[in-house]
Every structure is written in C-alpha cells, then in structure tokens.
C-alpha cells in the first residue's frame, strides 16, 4: 500500500535497527532475498487470503461488477455467528509481524517470510471498478501455500464511482470472506489522491458518505465489516475527523518507530503498517496467533 509515496520515489527501505524497535522483534522481519520491484503501472493502478490446503483454482476477474439486489427497507445487514474476539491491551507485548503486496512485488520469498515468523499478508485484489490486480491469484495462493492467514484489499477511487459499485467489485473479484480461520476480512485503502485534489475532488460530507456505501455493502455480501486503512492526516483531512467508524478495525498506515497519533474516533488500532523493509510494507497485528486466528472467523468487539 502506500502507493502514492510508492509511486513518488519509493522512498524505500527504513533502517530496519531503527523502525523496528519496539513492537516486533528484529528477526521476525528478516527475510530470505529482497523481491525486485516491479514496472510502474501505466494508468490508475497500484498500491493488501491462508491455509497450508491448496485452493482447486483462483477466481476469475469480473468483467463488469454484478449488481447486487437491494436492501429492502429495514432489512438488517447479516453478520458472523461466532462470538466477538476480545484482543489484549494493544500496547502490550510484541504483537504479529505481518506484510501486504501487490503488483509491485513481483518476486516474494513466501517461505522464508512464513519461517521468520510473519503470519499474515494483505494481497492487493482490486481498485475502483474496472481494475483488478493481475497477481491477485498466484500472490494468495502462494501465501496459502505456506500457512500464512490472509485477505485482501481495495484501493479505493472516490471519484470514479459509488462506494457501492467499488465494494461490489471488489467482494466479486477476490476480496470475499469466509468464516474459515484462514480469511482475514476485506480492507479497504483509503489514501490521498495520486494526482488532483488530495481527498479525489469529494466534499468531506461526501467522502463520509463514500465510505460509509463502501462499508454497508460489504458488510451486506460478505457479512463482515472492512477494516479501513488509512494514515490519520488522510481520515481528519478528507472525513473531517469522522467518528462514527470506530467499529471497524483500524489499519494505520504511520511508517515511525511508534504509532502516533490515531485517526479520530478510533482508541487503538488493529492492524499497522510500521515500515518498508526489503520493499515490502510491514505491518503489525496487535494480538496472539490465536486471537488472529479467531479475528479470521469472527468480528472484534
């Protein structure tokens, strides 16, 4: 993620002695070989599923998003079965060291990763309506391949179309969830434009409507809220510090050696994306293996 200063000059590998001190032990961030970056995408493409079992065949790309039928008035959005999952102090302990990739990294060492003790990856599935990215399938299977809990993410493009159409096309082309323990649930990547005005042309009362389409009709065919993720500057900036998101899961993109200040409404993330290391963005889940675990199956409360 962080395609924008991806795209400026990859501002690329942090001191690994220096970024990660703190939350994540040195070595589980070692890695067997750097993976070579990839070609710049020609047009508005860029910048987030795991079982050790084989998946029969990888879903094909839709063509044109399928319409979903309507919500009819009243109708209450479906939601997991499984209790919610209570994390610890998020503060505390070493948490799980994690990565997302997509396009990008062309060349990952998924093994190596898996064996330094990273057990989660985003893999990148799609951006606005019409993009859907080509290493999606071959990056899940591999990261299924070696065990690591996986889902996926949308890069989102505001000033293309609704928040609606964008969440349908990316539940239908790769970023679906499913109760399995191995699922992590969809993301959903909300950063600065590249090119234009910073928050993609929307008022901040229409990027909160975006958002909130985007999330509602997610949650509506998947049965899981997205997590959202975002640095704090692109939330207060674009939202205008809203706060009625607070319930779902917080990825925060804040590259330091601590997370800094959060977006507002939220008390504590789920997920962060600390560093680049090895051209790969590395993150954080703030609890046990088994917590992540039971985050794949279930809500947080």
């Not at 191995?182 to 950063?191: F, I, K, Q, R, S």
Request: one cysteine or more; a negative charge.
């Amino acid at each position: 993620m962080g395609e924008w200063g991806r795209l400026r000059g990859r501002w690329a590998v942090l001191a690994v002695a220096a970024a990660m001190a703190g939350c994540v032990a040195p070595s589980a961030f070692q890695t067997g070989s750097a993976p070579a970056p990839s070609d710049v995408a020609p047009t508005a493409s860029a910048a987030l599923e795991s079982t050790a079992v084989q998946v029969a065949g990888a879903p094909s790309p839709a063509a044109t998003p399928t319409p979903a039928a309507p919500v009819p008035q009243g109708a209450t959005l479906p939601t997991p079965s499984a209790s919610p999952v209570e994390l610890a102090e998020w503060r505390d302990g070493e948490g799980l060291p994690g990565f997302d990739v997509s396009r990008y990294q062309q060349t990952v060492d998924w093994a190596g990763l898996a064996s330094a003790g990273h057990a989660f990856v985003y893999v990148k599935a799609t951006e606005g309506t019409a993009h859907r990215s080509p290493t999606h399938d071959e990056q899940s299977e591999a990261a299924r391949d070696v065990g690591l809990i996986q889902g996926a993410y949308h890069y989102a493009r505001p000033n293309q179309s609704s928040g609606t159409l964008q969440a349908r096309f990316f539940n239908s082309s790769g970023g679906s969830w499913t109760a399995d323990g191995h699922t992590l649930p969809g993301a959903l990547d909300l950063e600065f434009a590249e090119d234009g005005p910073e928050c993609h042309g929307l008022s901040q009362a229409e990027m909160r409507t975006w958002v909130r389409e985007f999330s509602d009709e997610y949650r509506r065919l998947s049965g899981r809220i997205p997590v959202i993720y975002t640095k704090t500057e692109v939330w207060d900036q674009c939202t205008g510090g809203d706060t009625s998101f607070a319930d779902h899961p917080l990825w925060l993109y804040d590259h330091a050696d601590a997370p800094g200040r959060l977006p507002a409404g939220w008390d504590r993330p789920t997920l962060w994306q600390r560093a680049i290391v090895d051209d790969l963005d590395r993150s954080v889940f703030f609890g046990s293996r088994d917590q992540l675990v039971a985050w794949a199956s279930a809500p947080l409360r």
